[in-house]
C-alpha cells in the first residue's frame, strides 16, 4: 500500500488488490483500432520461405499455409480486441479498404506461388535462389501493409503491381 498521500496507478492498484492486470492487445482503439497482428500470418510465411533455402521441411508448414483476408483473420482471432479491430475496417470507406484489399490478395498469391516453386525446387541451390527474389518482395508489401494500418486506414503507399507480377514471373521461370 503507498504512504498516506501517494498516488496508485491503476496497474499497481491491481496488483495491490490481486487483479490482474489486462492483457496486451495489438489493436489500437485510440487510434483507429486496426491490429497489425494481421501481419503475422506473412511475416509466420516469410519465415517458413528463408527457412526452406536450408531446411526444405519448412515447405510442407509453407504448404499448409491458407490466404486469409484481413476480416477472415480477426473474425477467428482470439484476441480480446479482435472485434475493435474489425470494427475498425469496416469502418474505413471502402475505396480506402480497397488497395490494400488488393495488396493482401498480392501477398496471398506471393505466399502460395513462392511456395509452389520451392515445392518444385530440385536443390538446395535452386532454394536459395527462389528465396533470394522473394524475400525482398515479401519485405516491402509486408512494409506498404503495415504503413496502411499504422496510419490508421488513412494512407496507402503505391503498389506497383508490375513489379509485383515481374518478380512471380522471375519465381516461375527458375
Known amino acids: 500500500m503507498p504512504a498516506s498521500g501517494e498516488k496508485t496507478t491503476p496497474v499497481a492498484a ?5 487483479v490482474p492486470s489486462p492483457a496486451p492487445c495489438d489493436a489500437r482503439p485510440a487510434t483507429g483500432g486496426l491490429s497489425t497482428d ?21 515447405i510442407e508448414d509453407l504448404r499448409a499455409w491458407r490466404p486469409a483476408s484481413y476480416r477472415e483473420h480477426f473474425a477467428a482471432s482470439p484476441l480480446r480486441q479482435a ?3 474489425l470494427a475498425a475496417y469496416d469502418a474505413l470507406p471502402a475505396d480506402a479498404r480497397a488497395p490494400f484489399d ?6 496471398d498469391g506471393l505466399t502460395l506461388t513462392t511456395t509452389a516453386a520451392l515445392a518444385d525446387a530440385a ?5 536459395a535462389a527462389i528465396v533470394a527474389v522473394a524475400a525482398p518482395a515479401f519485405r516491402r508489401l509486408i512494409g506498404k501493409a503495415a504503413s496502411f494500418i499504422n496510419a490508421n486506414g488513412t ?3 503505391p503498389l506497383d503491381l508490375a513489379e509485383v507480377q515481374a518478380l512471380i514471373d522471375e519465381l516461375m521461370a527458375r
Open 14 to 18: 491491481a496488483r495491490e488488490a490481486d
Open 38 to 58: 494481421f501481419l503475422n500470418r506473412y511475416d509466420e510465411a516469410l519465415m517458413l520461405i528463408e527457412l526452406s533455402a536450408q531446411e526444405p521441411s519448412c
Open 83 to 85: 472485434a475493435v479491430a
Open 102 to 107: 488488393e495488396l493482401v490478395a498480392t501477398l
Open 123 to 127: 536443390t538446395a541451390d535452386d532454394r
Open 155 to 157: 494512407t496507402m503507399p
